[in-house]
């Protein structure tokens, strides 16, 4: 199966809510749902049963309901909202998770070098990689965190607002090749993707391997590889670049007992409706845990960066950049809430949250690299167990140097904490050594909790 979306485009008109899914191994699934394009564009591939079924039966009815409330008097709602319960219920979209029938716990595998780096060591099964696409880190202090409860929650972990993209580039897709694979865009160990345009086919060029002339890996590579289960779930279509690098079998040999295989990225979708991204994040995790597997997710939410580029990245209040912030607040309050409310969950999360750039220079953008409102953004971890607010300068003064608000390098000095340092943190708490090439806190040094009492 190719990655293809067809023709629909998640940012252009009226077209809010298109869904892409894809799911790899056993089963795929390729599900588009949009009004104006009609069923026709509602593909399947080699679709089977799974335990799955009803997740997308919710799904289609949670779809057809948020379109119903931007076109409420197009007959055509009701066609839609008729034809996906029927589809729903008669099992035509139903899916396969991979599901690998030795659950191996890869903890004792783990060559992180310090258990003070993590809050509950032990304890998480399930890390979730966010970013906030063009978060501001002023958003996260007072008093305007105050308006934003789940992200005052999350600030509630180790964490700092003077975190910084990559040195050279203040644009998305390049920043979020450094967040999935801890390498910077530029030198001998760059990554090389510049680019912020939808990419290319695999075939024509729109693969990172392809680009840098050698195998890329990710942090989707190391956790697929230990057995966990992994997703993707992304606001911009141009983040198929990561299913083409690592779906599929785009990916590299699996070098850890047992194969797991080449595809790395075992559920991919893309959709730009906030509430179907959590539900989706929370449906797989379910599924994991239930299947007594660990796993790693990327969440990427696009709303504030398409919210800066109409409106300005303007922290006013009442500014629309402000109110996009709420509607992610909303999504992050729901999925915190589900994590704390599940007995299989609680305790067994941790949230690492981060943001490709800021922006406002110029001001319905974020292009250029030396503006401090642009390169600044925030990193958090968040575990939500007997975790202390503290700051991560403060417990990395050993490797990490916290720039001037002006400076975006730290030059002849440590270096800062990037959105690079995601990567390798995530594994960190898993368990798991980290991503192979990688160059950003390469050696797992970055602490993301107080060290633990002996
Ligand atoms: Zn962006």
New binding site residues.
């Given amino acids: 199966m190719a990655w293809k979306r067809r023709s629909v485009r998640s940012r252009s008109g009226p077209l809010r809510h298109p869904v892409f899914v894809a799911c790899n191994d056993d089963g795929f699934l390729f599900f588009q749902a949009s009004l104006l394009m009609g069923l026709e564009h509602i593909s399947q591939y080699d679709l089977d049963n799974s335990d799955l079924h009803l997740c997308f039966i919710y799904f289609a009815v949670r779809t057809t309901h948020s379109m119903s409330q931007q076109f409420k008097n197009n007959s055509k709602y009701v066609w839609l909202l008729l034809a996906s319960l029927v589809m729903a219920g008669s099992g035509i979209f139903t899916v396969n998770w991979p599901v690998q029938s030795s659950a191996s716990n890869t903890t004792t595998e783990s060559t992180a070098p310090t258990k003070s780096a993590l809050p509950n060591t032990n304890t998480i099964d399930h890390v979730i990689l966010i970013s906030v696409?063009?978060l501001r880190p002023e958003a996260l202090l007072p008093p305007i965190v105050d308006q934003y409860p789940a992200m005052q929650q999350l600030t509630q972990g180790a964490w700092t607002a003077q975190a910084r993209c990559d040195p050279d580039s203040s644009?998305?897709l390049p920043?979020?090749v450094d967040m999935l694979t801890g390498r910077l865009l530029v030198g001998e160990h760059g990554h090389g993707w510049v680019s912020n345009s939808d990419p290319p086919s695999r075939k024509m060029g729109g693969s990172l391997h392809l680009k840098a002339d050698r195998y890329i890996s990710s942090v989707f590579d190391v956790a697929h590889d230990a057995g966990m289960q992994t997703a993707m779930i992304a606001g911009k279509w141009k983040f198929v670049l990561f299913g083409q690098s690592y779906g599929e079998d785009a990916g590299g040999p699996d070098g850890v007992a047992p194969n797991d295989g080449q595809n790395k990225i075992d559920c991919f979708i893309h959709s730009s409706d906030l509430m179907t991204q959590v539900e989706q994040l929370v449906a797989f995790i379910n599924v994991a845990s239930q299947n007594q597997k660990r796993s790693f997710t990327f969440l990427h939410l696009?709303l504030p960066?398409f919210t800066g580029h109409g409106a300005g990245w303007d922290l006013n209040e009442g500014s629309s950049y402000r109110k996009s912030l709420q509607r992610i607040d909303q999504e992050l309050a729901s999925l915190l809430s589900k994590i704390q409310q599940s007995q299989s969950l609680a305790g067994r999360v941790a949230i690492v949250l981060t943001?490709?750039?800021g922006?406002g220079v110029p001001f319905t953008s974020?292009t250029d690299p030396e503006a401090p409102i642009n390169f600044t953004i925030p990193f958090m971890v968040w575990s939500g167990v007997n975790q202390k607010p503290v700051d991560l300068y403060l417990i990395n003064k050993v490797s990490r140097h916290c720039p001037g608000a002006n400076e975006r390098f730290t030059p002849n000095q440590l270096p800062p904490i990037r959105n690079a340092d995601a990567a390798n943190v995530c594994l960190t708490l898993l368990g798991l050594p980290p991503v192979p090439g990688s160059t950003v806190n390469a050696r797992q040094e970055l602490l993301v909790a107080l060290p633990q009492p002996k």
């Fill in positions: 696409d063009g644009i998305t920043n979020h696009a960066d943001s490709d750039h922006g974020h």
